[in-house]
């Protein structure tokens, strides 16, 4: 069933920006907090694929429906269930978080759609999905993902110092955000390290996950840096601001574009939005879940946000408090000119 009745006709993916994510446990509020994120600023329209927990889905649909129609024109939504395609689904189920390496089957499950952006629940939008979606068109003849590195600096990187796997580049890739050409994944063989052909997409996936199970940490996250280490043709890296996390800032500034242009998706990973830990990240959160739909954004969202951020100073991440605001001003100013010039137009006829 898709959501708002009025809107159920699917538009082709050319009109409709796909947005994935799985839900889990207890993770029903922060993904209603980022998919409330993605619709506060972008501008067309879109189509979210929500995988849940058979008991989350009524709490989905309740929720949705009860956010105001001038936001709920602006998308529609699937919800389906957790299924896994090959292998053995306990296993996958259990692989780190609960459900997390759902992920790992949007290419064979949602064989209609062809290209997606995945982000992991607690990931918040701070500027219009637009200009993500826009990577898309960047990809050269080979490259069917993207996603950012897991770091910047290889001496403290995870993956540089523990992993026992393979993985990608220098410091490896964070799956939290992950855009996608799932046209291209289902029409590429790829290389690996069990035979000497290429496998397709669902065909690597179980023998894959049982060849390396004992030396993962990471689950899915490390499955996927496996197939990109083998296929690293395939891969678009995209700066850190695009997945800006604790890392980033919490042992001293080491996202370069996100001191220049600002963090324009933050990933709020290690259940920094429920502890105190780091208090601008859980700001953050807090503002834009307690933000009423139809408010003024720099009421109601901007200054609420400044004067928390007064509050987190003495953590290296509050000490950059631009570094968070930057994008977040600059898709507001373009909300207000957007309508200013709607509003002067339509005066305008009279």
């Not at 694929?49 to 429906?65: Q, R, V, Y």
């Not at 306990?90 to 609960?98: A, D, R, T």
């Not at 995945?118 to 898309?136: E, G, K, N, S």
Request: proline content about 5%.
């Amino acid at each position: 069933k898709l959501g708002d009745q009025k809107h159920s006709k699917e538009p082709s993916s050319l009109q409709c920006m796909h947005l994935a994510v799985v839900a889990c446990g207890d993770r029903l509020e922060e993904t209603l907090i980022m998919l409330k994120s993605a619709v506060l600023f972008s501008s067309r329209r879109l189509c979210f694929h929500i995988f849940a927990e058979d008991s989350l889905k009524p709490e989905f649909e309740k929720k949705l429906k009860e956010w105001p129609s001038s936001y709920t024109k602006k998308f529609q939504y699937n919800i389906y269930p957790i299924t896994f395609s090959v292998g053995n689904a306990q296993e996958w189920k259990k692989l780190f978080k609960p459900c997390a390496a759902q992920r790992l089957f949007l290419p064979v499950i949602l064989k209609d759609v062809d290209s997606l952006l995945y982000v992991d629940t607690d990931v918040l939008f701070l500027r219009p999905i637009d200009d993500i979606w826009h990577i898309l068109n960047e990809f050269n003849s080979t490259q069917l993902a993207a996603m950012a590195p897991e770091h910047e600096i290889p001496k403290i990187g995870w993956y540089s110092r523990f992993a026992r796997h393979p993985y990608y580049g220098t410091t490896g890739v964070n799956s939290g955000v992950m855009l996608m050409n799932l046209t291209r994944i289902r029409n590429t063989q790829f290389k690996n390290s069990m035979i000497p052909s290429g496998l397709t997409w669902e065909e690597m996936l179980y023998p894959l996950y049982q060849k390396y199970k004992n030396y993962i940490t990471w689950g899915d996250q490390d499955l996927l840096n496996i197939i990109f280490y083998f296929n690293p043709e395939c891969l678009y890296v995209f700066p850190c601001q695009w997945n800006y996390r604790p890392d980033h800032c919490m042992y001293g500034s080491n996202c370069k574009g996100a001191e220049e242009e600002g963090v324009s998706i933050l990933h709020g990973n290690r259940g920094v939005y429920h502890d105190d830990k780091q208090p601008t990240f859980k700001a953050l959160y807090e503002v834009i879940r307690d933000f009423p739909f139809e408010d003024n954004l720099f009421q109601s969202l901007y200054y609420p946000l400044q004067s928390k951020f007064l509050d987190t100073v003495h953590t290296l991440c509050g000490r950059i408090p631009q570094v968070f605001l930057k994008q977040i001003e600059k898709t507001m100013k373009k909300v207000y000119e957007n309508r200013v010039i709607v509003y002067l137009g339509a005066n305008h006829r009279y």
